[in-house]
């Protein structure tokens, strides 16, 4: 059969065929991608049968995620050793884009975990409870000053990083002796929970849990009365703090943190 009697269809027709809008053929058309076979007679764009293949196949390579001008490449090259090496390229993009969702999901459940914790807890409020071990990323203040200006730095990046990355279960590190010496404001060092990229982590064990709204100026009272909690109860601080916060609202009033230290029995 001639081409002449090769079926064709409008804009309209094409674009139902694929489920797609006329906008995205007209798109493809204007940069060059996938052009209509034909014009009839009063210009109007004419698909024909022929060019349902190709379509598919652009559908197909720009529905897993392929770039318009790797999709590009391939059909100028017109070649299965191009396409299978467009296809190894972006299935190792899958795996890594699998890994970030899943490192987002454990972010993700780590954080409801603690917001479950901690909503409706009462300021001041202490528990002792056991934790299993958490994979954490930290980055530790080698400055060894409070506000020095490249450690504010590092903590300006990890925030936006975090943010950026779905990571929303930032947390601080202070020394016992810190805690003890009214030095609570010397952050040791700043992590992340994560099961990706860990290079620590917080130990499992029985710990002192106080919660509290305070700001981080007022952590040395914070920290002496959960001191003194630990002592009334029989217990003895055996680990750093590790302050875990949650932002239950908008205004840093609503700002809740968690902090938990390592207890063992007085006697032993």
Known sequence: MGRKYEKTYTTGEFASLFSVSKHTLFFYDKIGLFSPEERNNNGYRCYT???????????TLRNIGIPIEQIR??????????????LISEEKNLENRIAELRRIKSSVSSFIELIDDIKGRNEGEVELRRFNSVSIYEIINDSNQELEEEWSKIL??????SSKSGML?????????????????????VFI?????A?????EGMYAVMY?????????????????????????PISDAYEEYAMMGITEEKKLTRIRIKIENSSS
């Open 212 to 236: 509290t709204y305070k700001q981080y100026t007022d952590f040395d009272e914070v920290y002496k009365n959960l001191l003194n909690i630990i002592d009334e109860k029989g217990f003895k």
């Open 73 to 86: 490449s391939y059909i100028d090259a017109d070649s299965l050793d191009h396409l299978i090496k467009l």
């Open 169 to 189: 279960n930032q947390g601080s590190r202070i020394l016992l002796d810190d805690v003890k010496n009214g030095r609570s404001s010397f952050i040791t060092s």
């Open 49 to 59: 049968a022929s060019q349902i293949n190709t379509f598919d196949t652009i559908l």
């Open 199 to 203: 290079n620590s982590s917080i130990s």
């Open 156 to 161: 300006s990046s990890m925030e936006n990083e």
């Open 193 to 197: 929970k994560t099961d990706e990229k």
